[in-house]
């Protein structure tokens, strides 16, 4: 005999298992098959079903009690607690999609998504949109939710302030890791009170070193030193970049030939959603033994500008077929990093 505690949307609730049958302690699941009210008795508990390391809930879309036979159409992982009581995983409304059918779509409470991460399911919350906006025991989830907001929309300025250069240089989970470092940067700001504070008084150069694409970082391709300089005065965004090997400073993706650098600079007014860019770049160079030309990659905008200014580098890769140079797998291992900031 086996048995376990969950939490659900609607509470608490324990099961155990007896010759692999559900028997109830207390308590009925709304569950997803249609039906309003199910005993839990009438669900059958595989702990190890189909080779899987979690307890699940297999659930019967055909029954006879009599023969005691189930037909399966599906199958949940049942999450286990954490430590504050809900979900183990990020959010405790979500969990997966285990089984031979998944599905997309919203049944009563439950919706069934499809995200990167797999087929999850989610369930309603209880707490009414109006409660939480006034019930002072939300009141840090509305500070909160008013900062991470804040945050969201100043990544997707500083996203679009430099797009001509990421378009071709990004991961698919761009928009969420610069949001958390937008975080990191608002909250650096020690002077606007709680649920108020905001990137421009925070700390901007927090975002040198981020990458727009986690799967090809430029701190792992390019070896090649060099020198990133921001003159606010002149407004010249500069990086110099003395002569070297490419077959020894580059780590070359299979396939490619040749390779670019690429360099952009963006003054950013994150108040009013504006932004003043340039971009520069190299000719398209072989990738061989053969040294290169020192070079300076110049990104000029408006002198004397009083809003954060961010400097970009990068590389890009192409393959040479029939004379013409084609990207090599539609930018998938170029890279880009913001290399200064001067907040």
């Known amino acids: ?15 155990c298992a007896l010759y692999g049958r559900l028997v109830e302690l207390g308590c009925l ?26 307890p699940v809930l297999l659930c019967p879309c055909g029954k006879n009690i009599n023969q005691q036979f189930f037909t399966i159409t599906e199958y949940l992982e049942v999450l286990p607690m954490g430590k504050d009581g809900g979900c183990s995983q990020t959010n405790n409304n ?26 999850l399911v989610k369930t309603k919350s ?17 500070e909160n939710n008013s900062e991470f907001g804040r945050a969201g929309k100043a990544g997707q300025v500083l996203r679009t302030a430099v797009r001509n250069l990421s378009k071709t240089a990004k991961d698919n989970r761009l928009a969420s890791r610069l949001t958390k470092e937008m975080m990191k940067v608002l ?15 925070g700390e901007a150069e927090l975002l040198k070193g981020f990458e727009f694409n986690i799967n090809a970082q430029l701190s792992t391709t390019l070896f090649a030193k060099y020198e ?8 010249m965004l500069d990086v110099t970049i003395p002569s070297f090997v490419p077959i020894n400073d580059l780590v070359v993706p299979d396939g490619s030939t040749h390779f670019s650098i690429v360099s952009g600079g963006s003054a950013v007014d994150f108040e009013a959603q504006t932004f003043e860019e340039a971009t520069s770049t190299s000719a398209i160079i072989p990738i061989d033994a053969t040294p290169t030309a020192a070079q300076t990659l110049s990104n000029p905008i408006t002198p004397a500008s009083t809003h954060p200014l961010f400097l970009l580098l990068g590389v890009q890769f192409y393959q040479f077929v029939n004379g013409i140079n084609y990207p090599l797998k539609n930018g998938a291992f170029n890279a880009l990093q913001i290399v200064d900031v001067r907040g």
Do not use: C, H
């Open 1 to 15: 005999m086996g048995s376990g505690e969950w939490r659900g949307e609607g509470g608490r609730f324990f099961v």
């Open 29 to 54: 699941l709304q569950f997803i098959t249609g039906f309003d009210r199910l005993d839990l008795k009438d669900y059958y508990l595989a702990p190890r079903y189909g080779g899987m390391t979690s």
């Open 94 to 119: 979500m969990a997966k999609q285990s089984g031979i059918f998944q599905v997309e779509g919203t049944l009563g409470n439950v919706t069934f998504v499809k995200t990167q991460d797999g087929f």
């Open 126 to 142: 209880e707490i009414s949109k109006a409660r939480r906006a006034s019930d002072p025991a939300f009141q840090r989830t509305r």
């Open 187 to 201: 909250k650096a700001d020690a002077t606007s009170i709680r649920g108020m504070r905001n990137v421009v008084d």
């Open 228 to 235: 990133p300089t921001i003159n606010r005065v002149t407004g």
